[in-house]
Structures are given as C-alpha cells and as structure tokens.
C-alpha cells in the first residue's frame, strides 16, 4: 500500500517511523516532511492545506491512504473534499468531516455538544464583542482564575488563564478585538478546574474504538509550569496516577458518550481524538477535544504500540475496529523537546544540527528540521523531540536528557523538570 502522512512535525515524524515497520506498507511520502521523515519515505513539498495539489499528488503516485497530521487541513474539510471527488473517493483517509472536525475547530461547538451528551466538563459560556458587558458580568459570577479560550483555532496559543479580574477583562476585550484574528472573534469563557491534567487518545471508526496510550504534557516554557504556552516541551507515557479505576470512568463517562454523540450526530469521523482531561479528585473532566495526535504526546504514545499502526488505520478508515485489539509495551517512554532560543516568541532558524544519531532505548524524533547542503538545520521554534525507554519514569528521562545534552544546535533551549509533578 502506498500512504500519503500529511504534516512536518515531530507528530507525523512518529507516525510515519510507526507506518515505515508495517509488512503492509509498500511506499511513504510526507507532505511537506522535514530532515527525519527524509530517511524513512518520500518528502513532498506540498502544503497539507492545498487541496488541488494533493489530489494531483494522490492520483499520480496511486495513493492508497492518507493520514492527515494537523488540524488545520481537517477543519478546512479535506474529508469532505475527498468523499465529494469522484476520482478520490475511494482513496482512505484518516481524519474526520468537516463537521467532526468542529469539536477542535470551534470551542463553543464542542463544549455545546458535551453538555448534550451529559459528559463531564466545566461551566462555560461564549460571547462575541457586541456582547462584552455580558461576558463581564458571567465573569464577576466565577472564582478565579478565569479561562479564555478563543472559539477558533490560533495554533495552540489561544487560551489564557488569569487570576485578577481586572486584567482578565483586558485580555478578553483584547481577544475580540482580534488578539488572536479571526479565532477570537468569539471567546469561550470556562469555570477554571482545579486537579491534573492528561491526555487520552482513541484511533475509531466512528462507531468502535481503541483506546491507545495515555500521555501527560507540559505546555509551559519554563520550569516547574511557568512562561508562556508553548506548543508543547514534552510528555510522559503512562501516567502514574491514570491506573486502572480512572481509565474506566474516563471510558465510561468520557469515551463512550462521545462516540455516541458522534454516531447520533450522524458524523463521519474516522480518525483520531484526543481527550484533554483533567483528573479532579479522581473524576475526569473534558478540558478540550482535539481530533487529530497531540503533539509531543505522540511522540511518547506510538513508541509503546506494539501492533502494526497501519493494519489500525486501514481498519478505522474501512469501518472495520470491532473486535480488534491493540497491544501496548509496558515501559514507560518520555520525551524532551529541543527548541530554538527565543521561542516561544521570536527565533532564529537555520543553525546547524549535530550528533543526533539514535542509539538503543534512543528515539530522535524531529519536528522542525530541514536538509540543507548536505546538512540538518533549524526550521522552526520547537525542533527535536528525543523520546527514550525506560523500566520506569525516572530511568526513561534519564536517558532523554544524557541525549538531550549531547545533541548541539546555536541557541539550545529545553525544560530540565518534565515530569516534576508526577
């Protein structure tokens, strides 16, 4: 089978890695790819969001599956474009509708849908500029911190949480007033929840599901959760406190009222969808759907799939996950992100990559990177992720960070405390 992975992050770097073991796969391309991808398929400079080129590109190449990385494409509605072409209807895609698509593309959609479906999630309401002196006064009804979160997609940086009221007020007129575009043109204000947060992932086929391996994120840049957001500086797999007692609420309060939401929506959704959890005394909470991998979450979850990840996505994009099974490796993988100084506000690319050869436990997964006169540079604000095994937490981040420190690049940045407060 020849498959198409769209996207250039370490997310689609994993994926693919995962997708080159299948005794299934007969070639692999990556649109646009980066420096890693490049040793296991085809990069292809194509943008994930130029419909029209990869319709070409599929034809061409007889394309067989498509799996889509980032959100953007999916919200733009790629599935629909694929199921509405009579020359690529039958080509499988992993991502959901246009409309699935929503529960990541629209805040006040998918909230609005979990209060629907009785599943577990904060107070909330939304509101648009015209409408602010309400939006003021559902505020002043809340306990600090307040939470805003723009309606729209602005790249993983559109919620912010705040502790003085006042400044809180600020924040949310700048939002509507464009802070972040057309994504905050409308804002979701949300009941902030006290606990720890995680991540849960499923791979369905919109009416069955696997449930895949959970992870924990730190967005934050600096130590011990301060600084700005961040796309992410890295990630744990598992998580100690998510044993067996929380994951069955999670799939019994979570999981599965979503999937028969989605069914009695009538939504065609094959793909991924990541559960942003917060665990509250024991009781999780839906913080945020995405419908795609987090990343860098899956570059700590696909390393403890054992089985073959492309026989899943054929059975997801076939309709066809009832009765299988999914096995996972018991030890416990973690990932440290390298960024480039500066990010996550202004940066500098094209500084030169050194020793970043794998070894054994050692995963190296790049995320913005590109091949240039015969050498790997810079590309973007976060740049590798180095993933390890270990028996446990401490020895898996152990090792992390010894490849953490020998890999050189101008400008090196990275969390030295992932994992702290586990």
Same mark, same amino acid.
């Given at each position: 089978?020849?498959?198409?992975? *769209? ?57 067989? *599956? ?30 959901? /509708? ?22 577990? !999630?904060?107070?909330?309401? /939304? ?25 729209? @997609? ?15 007020? !600020? ?21 902030? @929840?006290?606990?720890?947060? @995680? ?37 744990? $797999? ?25 069914? $009695? ?56 996950? /009832? ?10 993988? $973690?990932?440290?992100?390298?960024? $480039? ?12 990559? !050194? ?21 790997? *540079? ?21 090792? /992390? ?22």
């Amino acid at each position: 089978m020849n498959v198409l992975v *769209l996207g250039s992050g370490g997310r689609e770097h994993a994926i693919s890695w995962k997708i080159k073991q299948s005794k299934l796969l007969h070639k692999l391309y990556i649109a646009q790819g980066n420096a890693g991808t490049n040793k296991l398929g085809t990069n292809v400079s194509i943008n994930p969001e130029d419909f029209k080129s990869i319709k070409e590109f599929v034809l061409q190449n007889n394309i067989e *599956l498509i799996v889509v990385g980032p959100e953007a494409p999916l919200v733009k509605g790629i599935s629909d474009f694929f199921k509405e072409d009579e020359q690529l209807k039958n080509v499988k895609l992993i991502g959901p /509708s246009k409309q699935g698509a929503l529960l990541e593309g629209s805040k006040e959609f998918a909230k609005d849908f979990m209060q629907k479906y009785n599943i577990p !999630t904060a107070k909330y309401q /939304s509101f648009t500029l015209e409408y602010i002196k309400d939006a003021y006064h559902f505020m002043e009804s809340l306990q600090a911190p307040y939470v805003l979160k723009a309606d729209g @997609l602005a790249a993983g940086k559109g919620v912010i949480i705040e502790n003085d009221l006042a400044k809180a007020k !600020t924040q949310l007129k700048e939002m509507l007033e464009g802070k972040f575009g057309d994504a905050s043109q409308k804002v979701v204000i949300e009941e902030f @929840l006290d606990g720890i947060e @995680l991540s849960v992932f499923v791979l369905t086929d919109g009416n069955n599901y696997v449930l895949l391996p959970e992870a924990k994120d730190y967005k934050r840049i600096g130590e011990a959760d301060t600084g700005p957001n961040t796309g992410g500086m890295g990630a744990v $797999s598992p998580v100690p406190f998510a044993d067996k007692k929380f994951m069955q609420a999670v799939e019994e309060k979570v999981i599965k009222p979503t999937i028969e939401g989605i069914k $009695s929506e009538k939504i065609d959704f094959k793909g991924f969808i990541f559960f942003g959890l917060m665990n509250k005394n024991g009781n999780p909470y839906v913080i945020e759907y995405n419908v795609r991998m987090g990343d860098p979450e899956t570059e700590v979850v696909i390393p403890r799939i054992k089985s073959d990840l492309l026989e899943l996505l054929i059975a997801a994009a076939e309709n066809n996950l /009832s009765g299988k099974t999914i096995e996972i490796d018991k030890r416990t993988v $973690s990932t440290v992100m390298l960024v $480039s100084e500066g990010y996550p506000g202004n940066y500098e690319k094209g500084k030169e990559l !050194t020793d970043i050869n794998e070894s054994k436990d050692i995963l190296v997964f790049h995320a913005g990177t590109k091949i240039a006169d015969n050498k790997i *540079l810079t590309n973007g604000g976060r740049v590798i992720a180095v993933s390890a095994y270990g028996t446990n937490m401490k020895d898996a981040l152990a090792k /992390s960070y010894v490849k953490a420190q020998e890999i050189q690049f101008e400008g090196k940045n990275y969390r030295k405390d992932i994992g702290f407060d586990l």
